[in-house]
């Protein structure tokens, strides 16, 4: 794995890291103190301090600190603050207004039009000064504080703790998924022809769990599953994954490890959802036990697992790939069909029908398969072809 | 993944402590670690061997932990000693350029050894 490679999933972990901070049972001291460390352990300073602005008084609020002077930190103006970029980080330099509390770097914190308070950063362990992409994280995880924080002072007005997390929750998932879409593109664009693969799979998983009655959590962990399950393939050659001649037994081999190395990579990260990692993991096992890379059998494949395969497979038989020309969407459903048992799971096919159904009868507000399906496709004919398969799997 | 909880023990050496950390090093219960070496630096100890081999996963919040430990030795011109680490970890912190930093060992012996003799 190259360097690069490496520091980006550090920086992902790091992002993982704050949204598990901000979102544990801890008290709010406890949270506030995780999320600074989390920062200075995320950009290797030994100086960092989180600030409150206090509307009331017009002052800054020190909420967690460590490494520089309180009255530094004092001397901070809060109107200087608030007439830089909001949720932009700033490299101070010289300026001779913001030097005086001492800090390297500077992220006034906002929330729509209501100043927060402000991040602040110094001694930089390494060697080299804060680079742009330190800044452009910084931007991420100053955005999510900001919400964070404010929610607090609402939350102090509301007391309401169980809306509050609520609430958090549901801005961390914005995150989450904005990094992981970032990610996701990164592995789409090793691969002309996989383009968007992810995303769609991820789509089609969330979909079937969502008819299979999963909760919104599960759900999620789905999705975020979708998104990575070929994230191994980050570490295999493009011109491997491009390859338009069929593989040779040695090349197919390389491409079978990516879904050991997506587990490797996802096992890292400390994801608020079961299972992720598994899933990614055994997205090409089989029922017949003739899958990879472990050749589990059918008893230790979890309907996760199932359904990732099957959604997979699904989009991989529809888009067109270097060696072979993409198939129209029956003789996928077929194909799904004829290989129900030694492949694909009974359960998982009769559910990915029904919303299929659903979705091409418009019985479903937001359709997740439909908008990504050839536009030339025949629609009744499908839901012909569907209606057919729910019937035929109805019956025991 | 699950979490363990974590706990720090340590002793003594000559002049130098050891500290093992157990468990991950993920959460606000690493400040007892930071806490641990603090102890041994009020009480006049310069080198300080962190022996990981039971802590096999660390993260931004550790990292954090570690950073103040360098900070607080390099404070009294002070020497850290990693050992037992790894590769996990060696790799993370050598991706975050914390080894030049610390001195390395395989083992908390040869960190001893070195501490004791100046050379490995
Ligand atoms: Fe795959
Ligand atoms: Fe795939």
């Known amino acids: 794995m190259s360097t690069e490679l490496k520091k980006a999933l550090y920086n992902i972990s790091a992002l993982a890291d704050l949204g598990q901070a901000i979102t544990s049972e801890n008290n709010f001291h ?3 103190q995780s999320v600074l460390y989390v920062i200075t352990g995320t950009f290797l300073a030994n100086k960092g301090a989180l600030l409150f602005y206090d509307k009331p008084t017009n002052k800054l609020n020190t909420l967690a600190q460590k490494g520089f002077a309180p009255a530094d930190l004092d001397r901070l103006n809060p109107e200087e603050l608030m007439s830089l970029g909001r949720n932009e980080s700033y490299l101070i330099g010289d300026d001779p ?6 800090a390297e770097i500077l992220a006034p914190l906002w929330v729509r039009d209501e100043f927060i308070g402000a991040l602040l950063l110094s001694g930089k362990l390494t060697v080299g000064p804060y680079t742009l992409e330190d800044l452009e994280l910084l931007n991420v995880i100053a955005n999510q504080i900001a919400i964070a924080l404010n929610n607090h002072s ?22 989450y998924h904005g990094t992981l879409q970032a990610f996701a593109a990164a592995i789409d664009a090793k691969d002309a022809y996989t383009k968007n693969h992810s995303h769609r799979v991820a789509k089609y998983s969330a979909a079937i769990a969502r008819e299979l009655g999963w909760n919104e959590h599960e759900i999620e962990g789905m999705y975020v599953a979708g998104y990575l399950h070929d994230v191994g393939k980050l570490a295999i050659s493009n011109t491997l994954l491009n390859k338009v001649t069929p593989f040779t037994p040695e090349e197919r081999e390389e491409i079978r490890k990516h879904s050991t190395l997506s587990h490797s990579i996802t096992a890292k990260i400390k994801f608020p959802w079961k299972n992720v990692e598994d899933m990614v993991w055994h997205h090409h096992e089989r029922l017949d036990g003739r899958g990879y890379p472990e050749a589990l059998a059918q008893e230790s494949l979890s309907d996760g697992v199932r359904i990732l ?8 038989m529809t888009s067109q790939r270097p060696y072979r020309e993409k198939m129209d969407v029956q003789s996928a459903i077929g194909e799904l069909r004829k290989n129900l048992e030694s492949q694909f799971d009974h359960k998982v096919m009769l559910v990915f029908c029904k919303v299929l159904d659903k979705e091409i009868k418009g019985e479903l507000p937001e ?30 | 993944m699950k979490s363990v909880q974590f706990s720090v023990a340590s002793r003594r050496e000559g002049d130098a402590a050891i500290i093992y950390p157990k468990g991950y090093l993920n959460n606000l ?22 022996n990981f081999s039971e802590t096999d996963l660390i993260n931004s919040i550790g990292i ?6 360098i900070e607080d030795l390099r404070n009294i011109k002070g020497t850290i000693c990693c050992t037992n680490m790894s590769k996990l970890l060696r790799d993370t912190f050598e991706m975050l350029g914390l080894m030049q930093h610390m001195l390395v060992f395989p083992v908390e012996s040869d960190a001893l050894t070195y501490l004791k003799t100046g050379k490995l």
């Open chain 1, 97 to 102: 207004v913001l030097t005086v509390a001492g």
């Open chain 1, 309 to 316: 395969s099957l959604a997979d497979s699904f989009d991989a």
């Open chain 1, 30 to 32: 406890e949270k506030i």
């Open chain 2, 64 to 69: 954090s932990m570690l950073l103040q430990i």
């Open chain 2, 29 to 50: 219960s690493g400040e007892n670690l930071v806490i641990e070496c603090g102890i041994y630096i009020g009480k006049g100890i310069t080198k300080i061997v962190v």
């Open chain 1, 154 to 175: 609402l939350f102090l007005d509301l007391s309401d703790k169980l809306e509050e997390n609520r609430r958090l929750y549901e801005e961390m998932r914005h995150i």
């Open chain 1, 367 to 396: 359709p997740d398969i439909l908008p990504h399906l050839d536009r030339d496709s025949d629609l009744s004919v499908i839901s012909t072809l569907l209606e057919g398969i729910i019937v035929e799997l109805s019956t025991p």
